[in-house]
């Protein structure tokens, strides 16, 4: 079965620090991964996307990673700020038809 | 110069009316999604057309049925609402179908059946 896990389900940091993000999938086959955040009552919006070809990809503060041996990703905020607080949601999408698989998403939120 | 705009943000209704929720692109993009997102925060796919032509529709109520008048615009018409439809609708647009491009959403409206 295709699916999308994200962990942790939420975390809490402190401005300025930095937090990863995990993201394990048995979607196959593969075409590319993406990390959206959702701000809280908003739409997703892309940070990146990656092939399978490609290991990581960097957006500003956030870095994403992508091991396709271990179906793996994680997506790295340097230097958190409080806008940085929403939910991180990792889609994985399917080569055969590029449907999309949702993760759950990773709420995270930055505290002063 | 919103991309993607639905409206209403909120709606609020009793069960058994029916109800309607409007999306528009400015992109110029050929495909338009419709989205729920429950409780639990998955985004389920519920339609997609492309040029105005329904090419997903997933296990959804026939209470449930997109209009596309123009492939800018797809709008979600909801008959006899239930509780359970209470949920986060998104509405979508993509340069290509299924993924191969980025999706840009909309900021969601907020179904509340009582």
Redesign the interface.
């Known amino acids: 079965k295709n699916q999308v896990e994200q962990s942790p389900q939420s975390l809490i940091i402190l401005e300025g620090k930095n937090c990863t993000l995990q993201c394990n999938y048995t979607v196959s086959p593969f075409s590319n991964l993406r990390w959206y955040k959702q701000d809280t009552g908003r739409g997703p919006v892309s940070l990146t996307i990656m092939t399978f070809s490609e290991n990581t990809k960097s957006n500003g503060r956030y870095t994403a990673t992508l091991d396709a041996d271990t179906k793996q990703s994680s997506l790295h905020i340097t230097a958190s700020q409080l806008s940085d607080s929403a939910s991180y949601i990792c889609v994985v999408i399917l080569d055969s038809n590029y449907q999309l698989i949702w993760g759950a998403g990773t709420k995270l939120i930055i505290k002063p | 110069d919103t991309a993607?705009s639905q409206t209403p943000k909120y709606l609020v209704t009793q069960m058994g009316n029916d109800k309607s929720i409007k999306c528009e692109q400015n992109l110029g993009h050929d495909t338009m999604y419709w989205y729920k997102q429950d409780s639990?925060?998955?985004?389920?796919?519920m339609f997609s057309y492309n040029n105005k032509e329904l090419i997903i529709n997933e296990t959804v109520p026939n209470r449930f049925s997109p209009k596309s008048p123009d492939k800018a615009h797809l709008n979600l018409h909801i008959n006899s609402l239930e509780l359970g439809d209470s949920a986060v609708y998104?509405c979508?647009s993509s340069q290509e179908?299924?993924?191969?491009t980025?999706?840009?959403?909309?900021?969601?409206t907020?179904l509340t059946v009582v």
């Open positions: 993607v639990k925060k998955f985004l389920k796919i998104f979508a179908a299924f993924g191969g980025e999706a840009f959403f909309g900021q969601g907020r």
